[in-house]
């Protein structure tokens, strides 16, 4: 059984796309996260979301939208995909608030052409 | 803000020979100190953590040790083997904040 599981797992568009990754984990967690590895391997968040309430919202560019429909899912939305979009998604979720232990993903591989 | 830099950035060692991994944060408050692992093409992985109120903690060949006067927080893997190849990532927090990462550092062990 997959604890926290990411769709797709590759995602190659063009720019000027919208496209989303679905993240959905089954530990029974409250908070859930997006995070984004980029070629440098560096490892940012960019939202958390407990039992479906925003809680994190970095400096992200307005054009991802999380959307949390219940608290084992928090999708992610990207509208006009640029080129610094390109970059590896995690979904990550634990248990009992930020700062717990946090499991996460395979991670979603966004290329945008 | 919290910040966390982490060193080396690559770290290249002999199997059966010690890995040690070392990383500093900024945030006096910060209480809490996992280490994720990240194999190729996967997801990072909890391999260890470490709370404030301890100054050391061991899993089998691996430990952390945390020293809050200085901020500094160290990964130690003996005995390495070529399946512990793959890019360490160290982290701290504060309790309800997020987790703040280090920079990573990608540890070769060679047969």
């Known amino acids: 059984d997959t604890a926290v599981s990411q769709t797709p797992k590759y995602l190659v568009t063009q720019m000027g796309n919208d496209k989303s990754i679905k993240c959905e984990q089954n530990?029974?967690?409250?908070?859930m996260y997006w995070y984004k590895q980029d070629s440098k391997k560096f490892l940012k968040i960019m939202f958390s979301y407990n039992n479906k309430e925003l809680i994190i919202n970095e400096t992200v560019p307005n054009r991802f939208s999380p959307k949390s429909p219940d608290k084992a899912h928090l999708n992610l939305h990207i509208n006009s995909l640029e080129l610094g979009d390109s970059a590896v998604y995690f979904c990550a979720s634990s248990p009992r608030g930020v700062a717990a232990t946090q499991y996460f993903g395979p991670g979603t591989r966004l290329l945008v052409l | 803000g919290e910040n966390v830099e982490q060193h080396p950035s690559t770290l290249s060692v002999q199997e059966g020979d010690s890995a040690v991994i070392k990383c500093t944060y900024s945030?006096?408050?910060?209480?809490?100190f996992p280490w994720y692992k990240q194999e190729l093409g996967k997801g990072p992985q909890l391999i260890i953590d470490?709370?404030?109120?301890?100054g050391e903690k061991k899993d089998q060949r691996i430990a952390v040790t945390l020293n809050k006067t200085a901020k500094h927080f160290s990964l130690h893997i003996t005995e390495t083997q070529p399946e512990d190849s793959a890019v360490y990532f160290c982290a701290a927090s504060r309790s309800f904040q997020k987790l703040v990462f280090g920079t990573g550092t990608r540890l070769l062990v060679s047969p």
């Open positions: 945030d006096s408050a910060s209480n809490y």
């Open positions: 470490i709370r404030s109120n301890v």
């Open positions: 530990l029974g967690h409250d908070t």
